[in-house]
């Protein structure tokens, strides 16, 4: 792996919002060729998808013309591009029991490279130092070994750019109200990091606040939620919903969204100020057509494709999801942050099953 | 004759389960034939007719000529009566199946016991409306008397007690309810006309699809989206694999029916998103599972085409959705002897001599292959279906010597 294009440095070192999206394109593209080539080489499957589905005349020019995968494929087959015996670190998505899960294989350096795209992200957040964090969760997330994944996961990685990492929830899911005034009062008057995940911190953090009559003064707070909104909009709350509760309960004005998956651990979508999801300089976002795969315009909504430059160890730099969103814009959010900027809408809609098979069925 | 019990299931046409009539009809009595020549009228007069292609497919297989039609074809070789009560499990994934179902029964004669789909499929509420009507006409009195429209929870409790009183069921739905249902207890004499997965290809000439009439290319277009997309290619007689005979104008006459099947599709066909997402993602899971697979083509996501080089023995395991398509060019059909098994159902044929394809599947034996049918007619559910003569499976001889 000695192509300069493999090289994470300059990635590092630039501002990872500073680049406009035509410079952009052009950097990262030579970065998915060499990345293509590499897991086309390395992985027989990826390489035996491209050879029966890609065109080997058709131009390789902007980001669009990478060859892509759906996101689902790494749930059906183990996808990687090292030897078994050099994977580090195997990642599991969240599924719910019966639900297959994505397996994402990492070696040495692939998470490396992960921890480090996510340190310089975290620290355009939260600035150069550890900010006191108070997760809201239960610390027995981290205990249960069947509940262990992508939720514990992710508030392990997050929890590294944190110090006196405290948990606002209970063994039970209860809302720790003792440990949560002592911690705030450790750190009265200092920025605090708030981490957890857009469901729970609204069904346990939020309504108990409400339904103790409480509030919490944590207005120096920055709060960072992901995981979908699913269950949220089953319940009507929307992002502006959700930021106001966050502001009623807490005094959080800083309410930052993310969008990321287990697949491309490192290089999420951050929300800014405006409420925009934005592609660092490490990644970047496609909106796909339904009907044709190509790409469509600013504004039309469809089928989200993300890019990222990090994946080494397995074939996942460029990954169709079963997510609809549009972007909203290029270079030109009113934050200031240069790059591709959307929103998600949800997942792809379920569609009716019709066929044959599947008479004696449970429902009716 | 034990009594039916009522049991806790919902009464969607028809009175109470233990006041039904028993007493079997000869098969297409007067009284059927009059049913559902009248449930015909009914439903091609209603609006919902025009909306539902599979209503209307139901009503028009059901009026007095197709009737008449079928009746004669069945003959009078032996004196026949029903076998007695008929219990059905009708699949829930196709809204009109219960329909043919029902009437099959009606008219071998036998009374009838129908589980019927949930409410999600507004078809079978249509025609449910039509048969609980003339029911109340007294013009109808025995047939209603005869038959029970009816829907309950996945009940093994229910469905065994049921088994054990009826002489026939006809179980839809594949392996799983097949065996399912056949692990419970049933009456000595009763009868399993069990309908299984099943599955089913296409065989197109070359050289007629090339030297088709654009207006007969337009009709084997409209027949190919019948077959395939009105049931988003889960029907058991859809096909999913495309044998092109005659290999050398197999390039130009895919370039050309291909292209035609995504303009039709294009104006025709609603892909749902999750749909296109999930033939990409069974392109990926095909190139690497099918090493026979020498290419791919995808028209936009309408038609997703797997080129194989060869014919590999258990193509059968390999199935599209919502339009993806193996295919392969041969010069010779006696290759089906290498892939077809009992799987096989309907071979849906253009340009093909249909009359000497049913002679080589009888010579050579083959176990499989229950339909040589025109492209088009995949779907067209009858009285001979899946190998079955039904009215002669659901009705007894009474013979004499």
Redesign the interface.
Same mark, same amino acid.
């Given at each position: 792996m000695a192509s300069a294009a493999f090289d994470i440095a300059p990635w590092l070192d630039v501002d990872p919002y500073g680049m406009a999206a035509a410079e952009k394109d052009a950097a990262l593209t030579a970065v998915m060729r060499a990345l293509t080539e590499h897991h086309r080489a390395l992985s027989s499957?990826y390489g &035996?998808?491209l050879? %029966? *589905?890609a065109d080997e005349n058709a131009p390789f020019e902007t980001l669009a013309d990478v060859p892509f995968?759906?996101v &689902?494929?790494f749930k059906? $087959?183990d996808l990687l591009s090292v030897p078994r015996d050099q994977i580090f670190k195997t990642m599991t998505s969240s599924g719910t029991s019966g639900q297959a899960v994505s397996r994402i294989y990492l070696d040495r350096e692939t998470a490396a490279l992960q921890g480090k795209v996510l340190a310089r992200l975290m620290s355009h957040l939260l600035g150069p130092k550890r900010v006191p964090m108070l997760v809201i969760d239960s610390p027995s997330v981290l205990r249960d070994r069947n509940a262990f994944s992508a939720r514990g996961a992710g508030i392990l990685g997050f929890s590294l750019f944190g110090k006196d990492v405290t948990y606002a929830l209970d063994e039970d899911m209860q809302l720790n109200l003792p440990a949560i005034e002592a911690f705030l009062e450790r750190h009265a008057g200092q920025p605090i990091f708030l981490f957890g995940f857009t469901f729970m911190i609204w069904s346990h953090f939020y309504r108990a606040l409400e339904a103790a009559g409480r509030s919490l003064p944590i207005d120096k707070g920055i709060l960072l939620h992901g995981g979908g909104w699913k269950k949220l909009q089953d319940e009507a709350v929307d992002n502006d919903a959700f930021r106001a509760a966050m502001k009623r309960c807490a005094g959080i004005s800083r309410v930052v969204n993310y969008y990321g998956m287990v697949e491309q651990t490192g290089s999420i979508f951050l929300e800014c100020e405006e409420g925009h999801l934005h592609a660092s300089v490490h990644a970047d976002v496609l909106i796909r057509d339904?009907?044709? $795969?190509r790409c469509m315009e600013i504004g039309e909504t #469809?089928?989200i494709e993300v890019l990222s430059l990090l994946p080494r160890s397995y074939p996942g730099h460029a990954l %169709?999801t079963?997510d +609809?969103g549009r972007i909203e814009g290029v270079d030109t959010c009113p934050c200031g942050r240069l790059g591709t900027y959307f929103s998600v809408a949800g997942r +792809? =809609?379920? =569609?009716? +099953?019709? #066929?044959? /098979?599947? *008479?004696?069925? =449970? &429902? /009716? | 004759m034990k009594p039916v019990p009522d049991l806790p299931v919902t009464l969607r046409v028809g009175g109470r389960l233990s006041d039904i009539t028993r007493q079997p009809l000869p098969p297409y009595a007067p009284e059927a034939t009059a049913f559902l020549a009248a449930l015909s009228k009914q439903l091609l007069a209603l609006p919902e007719a025009r909306q539902f292609p599979d209503i209307a497919a139901f009503a028009y297989w059901c009026r007095p000529a197709s009737l008449a039609r079928l009746q004669r074809e069945f003959g009078a070789a032996h004196a026949r009566l029903g076998r007695g009560l008929a219990l059905h499990i009708a699949p829930a994934n196709v809204p009109v199946n219960f329909a043919f179902s029902f009437a099959f029964g009606v008219l071998a004669g036998n009374a009838n016991i129908v589980r019927i789909p949930d409410a999600g499929h507004p078809q079978v509420d249509v025609i449910c409306d039509r048969i609980a009507a003339l029911f109340d006409d007294p013009a109808h009195r025995r047939i209603a008397a005869m038959n029970r429209l009816i829907r309950y929870p996945r009940s093994d409790s229910i469905t065994a007690t049921l088994s054990q009183l009826c002489q026939a069921r006809l179980i839809w739905g594949g392996d799983e309810t097949v065996s399912r249902l056949r692990a419970l207890p049933v009456h000595p004499r009763c009868v399993d006309i069990a309908f299984a997965d099943r599955y089913s290809f296409c065989v197109l000439d070359s050289q007629a699809v090339l030297g088709a009439s654009d207006t007969v290319l337009a009709a084997l277009v409209k027949g190919f989206y019948d077959d395939v997309f009105l049931l988003d290619q889960n029907a058991c007689s859809s096909p999913h694999l495309v044998l092109w005979h005659g290999t050398g104008q197999a390039e130009a006459a895919q370039g050309r029916f291909w292209s035609a099947m995504t303009d039709y599709l294009e104006k025709n066909y609603d892909l749902a998103p999750v749909h296109a997402v999930d033939k990409f993602v069974h392109l990926c899971a095909t190139a690497i599972a099918l090493p026979q697979a020498r290419a791919t083509r995808r028209h936009d996501n309408f038609v997703y085409r797997v080129r194989l080089d060869s014919l590999p023995a258990d193509i059968e395991r390999h199935r599209g959705r919502n339009g993806f398509f193996y295919e392969h060019a041969v010069d010779d059909l006696s290759c089906l002897g290498e892939i077809v098994e009992e799987r096989y159902q309907t071979l849906t044929t253009f340009g093909i001599d249909r009359a000497t394809l049913v002679q080589s599947i009888i010579a050579q034996g083959l176990s499989g292959i229950d339909r040589v049918v025109p492209v088009g007619k995949a779907l067209d559910i009858g009285v001979i279906w899946d190998g079955y003569d039904l009215i002669g499976e659901l009705s007894r001889i009474v013979h004499t010597a």
């Open positions: 499957e &035996r998808i050879e %029966l *589905t995968l759906p &689902r494929l059906m $087959f339904p009907r044709t $795969f #469809g089928l %169709l079963e +609809v +792809v =809609a379920k =569609a009716e +099953v019709r #066929g044959c /098979s599947d *008479t004696y069925e =449970a &429902r /009716s | -």
